[in-house]
T-cell receptor, first 109, second 113 residues
Framework: GQQVMQIPQYQHVQEGEDFTTYCNSS?????IQWYKQRPGGHPVFLIQ?????EVKKQKRLTFQFGEAKKNSSLHITATQTTDVGTYFC?????????FGKGTSLLVTP | DVKVTQSSRYLVKRTGEKVFLECVQD?????MFWYRQDPGLGLRLIYF?????MKEKGDIPEGYSVSREKKERFSLILESASTNQTSMYLC???WGFGTGELFFGEGSRLTVL
């Protein structure tokens, strides 16, 4: 079945530094989604990417979908303490979403 | 706002007990899901349902069953709880087939002693 791999597992940055997490699928995806889970919370939807090569921005967050629709990345510019949490990518395969294991981001002031 | 409500935030059960986890959504979503979340393993799909009385196995269905008698309600059942089922269980729903935002409940943390 489809597997979604995500790296790194953990990232610790100083406030103001940039952060990137990468996601790779074993199969071509129809679309990919990104979620953020704050400590003690539940995953919350950030964005969905559909088109090959698509790039979307949300303030300091930049999301990319690879040309082959098998990989994606999330880049945060100038991290803030409010960015702390775990970021998950999830690939759509038929009815269900397959999640990566997530990247836990810790931001030190 | 879409609301996905899980009946219990915290449960403690004994090995061998039958456990019911209830999930209700208020947005008329066709699709509902049960995931379990464990440290270092991310979210793993247990079962999903795309219509009333319809269910499909996810990646880790062993030891679980589900019920969807009404569109808004999706129940996860552990027939005989075991310690390796200690976990956070997350219910989610969405409208679209193969697309669209997943809305999650707050989660149910189950401890099996």
């Amino acid at each position: 079945g489809q597997q979604v791999m995500q790296i790194p597992q953990y990232q610790h940055v100083q406030e103001g530094e940039d952060f990137t997490t990468y996601c790779n699928s074993s199969t071509t995806l129809s679309n990919i989604q990104w979620y953020k889970q704050r400590p003690g919370g539940h995953p919350v939807f950030l964005i969905q990417l559909v088109k090959s090569g698509e790039v979307k921005k949300q303030k300091r967050l930049t999301f990319q979908f690879g040309e082959a629709k098998k990989n994606s990345s999330l880049h945060i510019t100038a991290t803030q303490t409010t960015d702390v949490g775990t970021y998950f990518c999830a690939g759509n395969s038929g009815y269900a979403l397959n999640f990566g294991k997530g990247t836990s981001l810790l931001v030190t002031p | 706002d879409v609301k996905v409500t899980q009946s219990s935030r915290y449960l403690v059960k004994r090995t061998g007990e039958k456990v019911f986890l209830e999930c209700v959504q208020d947005m008329d979503h066709e699709n509902m899901f049960w995931y379990r979340q464990d440290p270092g393993l991310g979210l793993r799909l247990i079962y999903f349902s795309y219509d009333v009385k319809m269910k499909e196995k996810g990646d880790i269905p062993e030891g679980y069953s589900v019920s969807r008698e009404k569109k808004e309600r999706f129940s996860l059942i552990l027939e005989s709880a075991s310690t390796n089922q200690t976990s956070m269980y997350l219910c989610a729903s969405r409208w679209g087939f193969g697309t669209g935002e997943l809305f999650f409940g707050e989660g149910s943390r189950l401890t099996v002693l």
